[in-house]
């Protein structure tokens, strides 16, 4: 049984969406249990009706303050002992929880993960990972999408490490291609960071396919991409806007006037495919990655079926196949930098 602490309270549509989420997931696997943590006076009617529908693997635990966005992360987990977010990580760091999962403050879900948690063994800095649709319909690993903004070289390397454990262990590829996203596919491209990691990349890691640009990443030049959060935070956002402007966009034209309706009808279900095939919502969460831990943070704006695929796609399965664990081997067993090399691996 895999166990999730589950921040109700964080988010724009909290808690009534989470709660939804939480509900569905349930639902469709019998090896997951939640424990739903927030406000008892505002959401233990919602939280008893669904969980009489789940045996018992549903359940409620009080804590009556919310971190907000607008709070500094650092002060807020220290001084809001009793909110949900906090309280949910109490239990993963006492081992009753396996994972968190929150659609919350990503600052405070960030430096509540080191504080309560740790860093593992040869990680200096957690990363943010999220996998992207492609259009050949498989995924590739982005990290880190905003957990750090000014990355170092060798902390670019732990990236491509854990990056390559993900992509082999739960996207299912035996020998993943690790590309770092750049501004051109040449080595000398790049800023001085850029161009000593693709130097350490040669060396290190094992797949390593080169540079690759942004207009590649959707077309499966990698399997695993890797930047710093700036860089990977500022795609996201954008991947995200574009893709919703052209949505939008699309079902304007596609419902206006009769032969616009009569084409859209017989191009729905070539669209259904590819809607399905692009669905940002397919993973739900972005895993915090190189804690002692499993931390998921959801998008704010996340409604039930993110919430839902979050559990199912990457609490559920991370736990199950043990994925920490095999970051931490990892870096143990790979030949790091060393100071006689002359990059060594900060602490």
Known sequence: MVHVAVDAMGGDYAPGEIIKGVDQ????????????????????????????????????????????????????IRRKRNSSLVVALEMVR????????????????????????????????????TVLPTFQGGGVVLLDVGAHMDARPTQLL?????????????????????????????????????????VLFQKYVPGFCGN???????????????CDGFV?????????????????????ELGAGLRSRIGAALALPALRRLRDRMDSTEYGGAPLVGVKGLCIKCHGSSRAPSIRQALLKQAYPFVALKVTELFQEALAEISLPTKEDGHPLEK
Do not use: W
Not at 46 to 61: I, N, S, Y
Not at 105 to 126: D, K, N, Q
Not at 170 to 193: A, D, F
């Open 158 to 198: 732990q990236y491509a490490f854990m990056g390559r454990i993900y992509a082999r262990h739960l996207l299912g590829c035996p020998e993943p291609r690790v590309g770092l996203l750049n501004v051109g596919t040449e080595p000398k491209k790049g800023n001085s960071r850029t161009r000593e990691a693709y």
């Open 25 to 76: 997931a349930l639902a469709l696997n019998a090896d997951l249990a939640v424990t739903l943590v927030g406000d008892e006076e505002r959401i233990g009617d919602q939280v008893k009706a669904c969980a009489a529908a789940h045996g018992g693997r549903l359940r409620l635990l009080h804590a009556p303050e919310v971190i907000q966005g607008d709070e500094d992360p650092g002060l807020a």
């Open 232 to 252: 990977g935070n500022i795609l996201l956002k954008a991947t995200e806007g574009l893709a919703r402007g052209i949505l939008e966009s699309l079902r304007a």
């Open 212 to 226: 690759i640009e942004g207009t590649d990443l959707f077309a499966g030049a990698a399997d695993v991409a890797v």
């Open 94 to 129: 006492r081992g009753e929880a396996d994972a968190v999962l929150s659609a919350g403050s990503t600052g405070a879900l960030m430096a509540g993960g080191v504080l309560f948690l740790g860093r593992l063994e040869g990680i200096s800095r957690p990363a943010l990972l």
